[in-house]
């Protein structure tokens, strides 16, 4: 049977005062030059990135401007990169990066150029067009990728949550399915650049490809930049009969079937509001 081997026993050898002074100075000596070594004369130290975040929902004009002032650069300059930054865009969109400016977070140094940055999200969005359960999501509906970020960005601005992103796709399919104007506010919006649940009736016919209340099918481009959660939602609504909804106070979106149904949710919406701006307003003075 072989026997086990083992260390020879040995006994803990312990340092004097000067031995442990010396291996201190050794080990500060060794830290000197290992930084010294780091830094040589005319190297630099690596620069930290900086964050740039991009949210969910912002349009493009938004995002260049955040870029503009991230890099430090005039006005209107990353804007003016887009010409010539060779964008890996779908043919669709014909060089307007609108809609495929991915939201996230972004590494930025004193190097980074606006071409490099807008390149890098549109990669991103790409990407996130080309995962599995999006792309096979979208060929199951008959959309292209670009039809896809189109809807998702609508899905975008009209939910307030994550939860209700899937019944704002519904509302829009259905829609789209029985020939009618999805009649979206954030379409139209984007068409009068502004952001307001205070659209007008003379809002609403405004001749512009982009008034979903003239106009039927999707607008011709995405209206801002859309998340993963909205992509997913775009191509995988869950079952339902809705074809209306509307807020009616934070945190209350009420989805119908019937246009009846709708105006009485409507009506609630108004009464919420004309409430609260008396309550704003105050008391006047009798």
Not at 99 to 106: I, R, S, V
Request: no cysteine.
């Amino acid at each position: 049977m072989p026997r086990e081997y083992r260390l020879p026993s040995q006994r803990r050898t312990r340092l004097t005062r000067r031995g442990r002074l010396a291996l201190l100075f050794a080990a500060i000596a060794a830290v000197a030059a290992a930084v010294t070594i780091t830094l040589l004369p005319g190297e630099e130290a690596p620069e930290t990135p900086r964050r740039l975040l991009i949210p969910e929902g912002w349009r493009a004009a938004q995002v260049y401007a955040a870029i503009d002032r991230e890099l430090k650069l005039p006005p209107g300059s990353t804007k003016a990169a887009v010409a010539t930054a060779a964008l890996p865009l779908p043919a669709e969109a014909k060089g307007n990066p609108e809609g495929f400016l991915f939201p996230a977070t972004y590494p930025v140094t004193s190097k980074t150029t606006p071409g490099e940055l807008l390149t890098y999200m549109v990669r991103t969005a790409n990407g996130k067009l080309a995962a599995p359960a999006v792309a096979n999501g979208g060929r199951t509906q008959g959309m292209t990728p670009y039809q896809t970020a189109t809807l998702a960005s609508i899905i975008e601005a009209e939910a307030d949550t994550r939860a209700e992103m899937g019944k704002v796709a519904r509302v829009v399919h259905n829609r789209l399915a029985k020939s009618m104007p999805l009649q979206m506010d954030s379409t139209l919006n984007y068409a009068l650049n502004h952001s307001t649940v205070d659209v007008t009736l003379g809002d609403t016919r405004i001749d512009h490809p982009f008034n979903t209340y003239e106009r039927q099918g999707l607008p011709p481009t995405p209206i801002d930049s859309p998340g993963l959660a909205a992509m997913a939602a775009a191509v995988a609504p869950p079952p339902g009969d809705w074809l209306f909804f509307v807020t009616v106070k934070p945190g209350d979106t009420r989805f119908s079937a019937t246009y009846e149904e709708h105006k009485r949710h409507v009506a609630e919406f108004n009464r919420n509001r004309a409430a609260a701006g008396r309550a704003q307003a105050g008391p006047r003075a009798g």
